[in-house]
């Protein structure tokens, strides 16, 4: 499997997918081993030929069976909370070597999946500290903004579509779905502030930092 997001320490940051299985290939520049569980092991992979923020999964050679691969790719897109519209290609479909399309439908930034691209930012500052403007500044490094991401606010004129979604998942205090009130994140002054239970949904995703 293959997403279009950036990696950070030895986790995957964050996706836009391909799904696959085989060997390693001289022209993976580094590989990051990585497991749910203790059952489902992969590794992911980038490569020099692919897209920028491109990620690809890639199962053991002992996984062979068409429907144990298809469940394991299902079970590691949710285990590591990766959006459906970041899949870009998968086992079974049609694939051309160093091509991607991006999905064509619904192709932008959510605020669920900001509120975790957020989270993972501001979990490597230090004190897991970050401040709103430093959120929009890092949000394009992790997912390949399109279009419709890029397209004015028509509230905030001066800002584009996606940073309004990245200043909406700090503002949005009292949202049951959003850091706060889950206990992810508390609030500081001019951003936000991961806690230890935070830091800990981030691990069970995947995600690694060494502060």
């Not at 569980?37 to 199962?59: A, C, M, Q, S, W």
Request: one cysteine or more.
């Amino acid at each position: 499997m293959s997403w279009r997001r950036r990696f950070s320490g030895v986790h995957c940051a964050t996706s836009r997918c391909i799904s696959g299985n085989g060997k390693t290939s001289s022209i993976c520049s580094m590989p990051y081993p990585s497991s749910i569980g203790n059952e489902i092991n992969f590794d992911l992979r980038v490569y020099r030929g692919h897209p920028k923020l491109t990620v690809t999964l890639y199962l053991p050679d002992s996984v062979s069976d068409e429907k144990v691969i298809a469940e394991t790719i299902d079970l590691v897109i949710r285990g590591m909370v990766i959006p459906l519209t970041a899949v870009a290609w998968r086992r079974g479909q049609t694939f051309e070597y160093g091509h991607l399309e991006r999905p064509k439908l619904d192709d932008r930034l959510r605020e669920h999946e900001a509120r975790i691209i957020v989270l993972k930012i501001a979990a490597q500052q230090p004190g897991r500290s970050a401040s709103t403007s430093l959120l929009k500044k890092e949000v394009p490094g992790y997912i390949e903004l399109s279009a419709k991401d890029r397209v004015r606010s028509p509230s905030r004129p001066r800002e584009d579509v996606w940073q309004q979604v990245v200043g909406n998942v700090v503002s949005h205090q009292k949202s049951r779905e959003g850091p706060f009130v889950k206990g992810f994140a508390t609030r500081t002054t001019n951003g936000l502030k991961v806690t230890r239970k935070g830091l800990d949904y981030l691990n069970n995703m995947g995600f690694k930092t060494s502060r």
